[in-house]
């Protein structure tokens, strides 16, 4: 297996290895049920292993949202606006740079499964799998996780994850029965950001070498 640079594996192992203990002790490991920190995880293992599956799957869950990461921090870097105010965070100077620099995979993630993607195809079978997990994660963030607020003692601790409450971590949402904003959340992911994802990939890429063999 040689269609990844090894550098390329070292440094993200690297990075890795320095973000997950500090978001461990600083997040709790429910953290890690972020969509974001799920295809973080999942990148490298499929970097090691050169596995289409886990690259598309990663790749199907995070680039349209991350991509409107990426839109937000060039927004307000370049013009000072933001679009989405999802950045803001970024820019705060009581925030130490070494925790900015880490919240950084959001902007170059994307850029890497876009290379990974070039380098071991798409797998079309992603969008049914990663639908599942997302299915799976937001079910267990909404019934077993943390809700908001986060308590005054911890307040850097993981509530709400995947927003499974509503958009802000303070205050649940009350414009809906939370039951039904939860269906909301499935259908914004799954369907919203995921289907047009998956019909853009599969037309991009070709096809992985695993699904050539099937």
């Known amino acids: 297996m040689n269609r990844i640079p090894l550098p390329v594996k070292i440094v993200y192992t690297a990075f890795v290895a320095v973000l ?14 972020y969509f974001c920190d799920v295809a973080l995880l999942l990148t490298l293992v499929a970097i090691w292993t050169e596995n289409a599956l886990l690259v598309s799957m990663s790749s199907v869950g995070i680039l349209l949202p991350q991509a409107l990461w990426v839109l937000d921090f060039l927004a307000r870097a370049v013009g000072g606006v933001h679009i989405t105010g999802m950045t803001a965070y970024m820019f ?3 925030l130490p740079l070494f925790v900015r620099g880490l919240s950084t ?66 205050t649940p949402q009350t414009l809906m029965a939370p039951e039904l904003w939860l269906l909301l959340m499935i259908a914004v992911n799954v369907v919203a950001l995921y289907v047009p994802t998956h019909l853009v990939l599969r037309r991009i890429y070709t096809p992985s070498g695993s699904e050539v063999r099937r």
């Open 92 to 94: 705060d100077p009581s």
């Open 20 to 33: 997950v203990p500090y978001y461990w002790a600083t997040y709790t490991p429910w953290n890690f049920l």
């Open 105 to 170: 995979f959001h902007g170059w993630l994307p850029f890497l499964l876009i290379y990974l993607l070039s380098r071991v195809g798409y797998d079309r079978r992603a969008y049914r799998l990663q639908a599942g997990l997302a299915v799976a994660l937001l079910l267990v963030c909404f019934y077993v996780a943390p809700k908001p607020p986060p308590s005054t003692e911890f307040p850097s601790h993981a509530v709400n994850i995947n927003y499974v409450y509503g958009m802000d971590d303070e």
